[in-house]
């Protein structure tokens, strides 16, 4: 009896030992599933965030890509480069007081200001001064100097440039702008636009003085000139004082001027007067037979030449 007690005390240990066996054994089975889930969910996570980065990297790479055979194949990244061979296309635009001529399709605004349309950080734009020395003193108190023929000036990574004309009165600046880092693609190009801007009567000019340079059916050319007086602001020191005036220089390219319909003419006998009337076939073969330049005085009306007179030059 004893002995079954006994053998029956040990058969129910060994059972109690063998389901905890069961249990641990279950247990750590199920911590090692959830480790080895919370691994494989980490390692799904790392793998989506490089499958994440390398499409950003692989997005970015075609991006530089289209942008360098962009720029290989139109130059500037597609912006106002003609291909190898092609000529460009300008149009000329004019406003009250100057022209430029600007590519087709390539720049939107309107005077004063255009922007390049596909880059905003590339800027046309143009400003009226009273003076040479004006503008050069305002521009050079914001840190514009003189390189060349422009003054010029680098800020916030964008290289300026200044084009100064003079005009019958005061001056025109022409001003543009680039990124610095794209020098080698825009410079040139802006340069050679800076190069078709030209200053022309505005509609409140009353005169224009000039060489007339070109006659053609509606139109002169005129070579700009400034009639200065002792009275005139531009009067300096070495201009003929007993003379009463000077014929000075404007610095800009010849202009083209609109004749008006009913524009007269008017020359002088022998050069010194009387005024003598002439109608405009007259007047062109009287301009092409003189043997020196005649100094002329256009009067103006709206922009556009309504009298032109041969200047008195005693």
């Given at each position: 009896m004893k002995n079954r007690f006994r053998n029956g005390a040990a058969g129910a240990v060994c059972a109690v030992f063998v389901a905890m066996g069961y249990l641990m054994?279950?247990?750590?089975?199920g911590l090692n599933q959830a480790k080895e889930e919370e691994q494989q969910r980490s390692e799904n996570e790392q793998n989506s965030q490089k499958q994440e980065s390398f499409e950003e990297e692989t997005q970015n790479s075609r991006k530089q890509e289209s942008f360098e055979e962009?720029?290989?194949?139109?130059?500037?990244?597609?912006?106002?480069i003609a291909a190898a061979g092609e000529e460009k296309q300008f149009s000329p635009v004019k406003a009250d007081g100057y022209t430029i001529n600007l590519p087709e399709s390539k720049w939107i605004g309107e005077p004063n200001l255009w922007c390049a349309e596909d880059n905003e950080l590339l800027q046309i734009w143009t400003a009226l001064y009273a003076s040479r020395e004006e503008a050069e003193?305002?521009?050079?108190?914001?840190?514009?100097?003189?390189?060349?023929?422009?003054?010029?000036?680098?800020?916030?990574?964008?290289?300026?440039?200044?084009?100064?004309?003079e005009a019958i009165e005061g001056v025109w600046c022409l001003f543009y702008?680039?990124?610095?880092?794209?020098?080698?693609?825009?410079?040139?190009?802006?340069?050679?636009?800076?190069?078709?801007?030209?200053?022309?009567?505005?509609?409140?000019?009353k005169y224009l003085y000039g060489y007339i340079t070109k006659f053609a059916s509606g139109s002169v050319t005129v070579d700009?000139?400034?009639?200065?007086?002792?009275?005139?602001?531009?009067?300096?020191?070495?201009?003929?004082?007993?003379a009463g005036f000077a014929v000075v220089d404007i610095d800009s390219e010849d202009a083209a001027y609109a004749l008006g319909e009913d524009c007269t003419f008017s020359v002088l006998e022998n050069h010194q007067g009387p005024p003598v009337g002439l109608d405009v076939n007259e007047f062109e073969t009287y301009w092409k037979d003189a043997e020196n330049p005649?100094?002329?005085?256009?009067e103006m009306e709206d922009g556009q030449i309504r009298h032109i007179a041969e200047q008195y030059m005693p």
């Amino acid at each position: 009896m004893k002995n079954r007690f006994r053998n029956g005390a040990a058969g129910a240990v060994c059972a109690v030992f063998v389901a905890m066996g069961y249990l641990m054994s279950t247990g750590c089975a199920g911590l090692n599933q959830a480790k080895e889930e919370e691994q494989q969910r980490s390692e799904n996570e790392q793998n989506s965030q490089k499958q994440e980065s390398f499409e950003e990297e692989t997005q970015n790479s075609r991006k530089q890509e289209s942008f360098e055979e962009k720029t290989e194949k139109n130059g500037s990244a597609g912006h106002n480069i003609a291909a190898a061979g092609e000529e460009k296309q300008f149009s000329p635009v004019k406003a009250d007081g100057y022209t430029i001529n600007l590519p087709e399709s390539k720049w939107i605004g309107e005077p004063n200001l255009w922007c390049a349309e596909d880059n905003e950080l590339l800027q046309i734009w143009t400003a009226l001064y009273a003076s040479r020395e004006e503008a050069e003193q305002i521009l050079g108190d914001v840190g514009y100097t003189q390189m060349g023929g422009d003054m010029q000036k680098t800020e916030s990574g964008l290289r300026y440039h200044v084009r100064i004309k003079e005009a019958i009165e005061g001056v025109w600046c022409l001003f543009y702008r680039y990124p610095e880092e794209m020098k080698d693609i825009y410079a040139e190009e802006l340069s050679e636009i800076a190069d078709t801007f030209a200053v022309t009567a505005t509609k409140d000019d009353k005169y224009l003085y000039g060489y007339i340079t070109k006659f053609a059916s509606g139109s002169v050319t005129v070579d700009q000139k400034k009639w200065v007086t002792p009275e005139s602001k531009e009067w300096n020191a070495s201009y003929d004082q007993d003379a009463g005036f000077a014929v000075v220089d404007i610095d800009s390219e010849d202009a083209a001027y609109a004749l008006g319909e009913d524009c007269t003419f008017s020359v002088l006998e022998n050069h010194q007067g009387p005024p003598v009337g002439l109608d405009v076939n007259e007047f062109e073969t009287y301009w092409k037979d003189a043997e020196n330049p005649i100094l002329w005085v256009m009067e103006m009306e709206d922009g556009q030449i309504r009298h032109i007179a041969e200047q008195y030059m005693p």
